[in-house]
């Protein structure tokens, strides 16, 4: 049985208030909770600020390139069902480059949890108009406002087909660590975006304001979180500001809808070993 003191790798160097911080703590939490040996987690990262988080978790662990997390993570999991893959990344890494990819390993409700690090902005790169900034937001790129409407991360999910779609909040992390209990146990894909303040660069989405207009679905009176359609509502409505379990289906993921490939086939590498002279020679 792990603890959280056990998933504790490096110090995190992100900027003191950063909302990556309540991120890995909710990980830290949930995970002991899970009863997995830590040697069957594993967490895929991308690049940013958010791609930190892989050498902080003590895992094992894949830092990848730029919007590639989900290709890699779901060969992981595909290869061995066995492990519990994670997923993490900011705004830009899944909604920009990565978004294709999350669009089809939500469709394939992939047995991964992908935790997305939404702060507004391109924060390593020290202030630029991400896919998730408003329609006016002024940046280093956009100094007269964004003139493009941006990505609304809960209905690009549930249009996608994602089966766990939820959103936390990096100033209450005591309902984020439990959303990512959720996550973590539910045996298909599940988005967590976390709006997950950037204390550096993006003071207009701070604690204060995201406190102030996020509506809590958890507690919201007769809200059943398995009708697609009140979920669409939501999302619709409140223009995506909530927080709480937004939607969970019962459909089966994909590992477990492939006929026969419940664990990876058995490989005998003794033959292919003995005529690698032999296709070395067909090749030269």
């Known amino acids: 049985m792990i603890s959280s003191a056990d998933l504790r790798a490096d110090t995190p160097t992100w900027c003191p208030g950063c909302g990556d911080f309540a991120v890995l703590a909710a990980l830290q939490r949930a995970l002991p909770l899970l009863g997995v040996p830590r040697e069957n987690i594993v967490i895929v990262s ?41 997923a993490a990344g900011g705004d ?18 992939i047995d991964v949890t992908y935790i997305v690090m939404d702060n507004h902005i391109y924060g390593l790169t020290t202030g630029q108009t991400s896919p998730t900034s408003p329609r006016g937001f002024k940046s280093k ?30 100033g209450e992390i005591g309902q984020l660590a439990s959303i990512c209990e959720q996550a973590l146990r539910y045996r298909g894909f599940a988005l967590v975006n ?19 207009h996020l509506v809590d679905i958890d507690h919201e009176p007769g809200y059943d979180p398995h009708d697609y359609a009140t979920a669409v509502r939501y999302v619709t409505e409140h223009h995506g500001l909530l927080r709480g379990a937004v ?19 058995d490989v005998d590498w003794e033959e292919p070993k003995a005529r690698w002279p032999e296709l070395v020679a067909e090749f030269n």
Request: glycine share 12%; with cysteine.
């Open 194 to 212: 976390v709006l997950s303040p950037c204390v550096s660069f993006n003071r207009e989405y701070s604690y204060d304001w995201l406190r102030e």
């Open 141 to 170: 790129t956009t100094p007269a406002g964004a003139a493009e409407e941006p990505v609304d991360p809960l209905a690009l999910a549930l249009a996608s087909g994602a089966g766990f779609v939820a959103q936390g909040f990096s």
């Open 247 to 265: 939607y969970v289906s019962d459909r089966p993921g994909y590992v477990e809808s492939l006929v026969g490939t419940r664990r990876p086939v």
């Open 46 to 86: 991308g690049i940013g600020c958010s791609g930190k988080i892989s050498s902080y978790l003590r895992a094992y662990g894949f830092h990848g390139v730029h919007g590639r997390t989900l290709p890699v993570a779901t060969g992981i999991k595909t290869a061995n069902p066995d492990l519990l893959v994670i």
């Open 92 to 109: 830009g890494d899944g909604y920009a480059i990565g978004v294709s990819h999350f669009i089809h390993a939500a469709r394939r409700n």
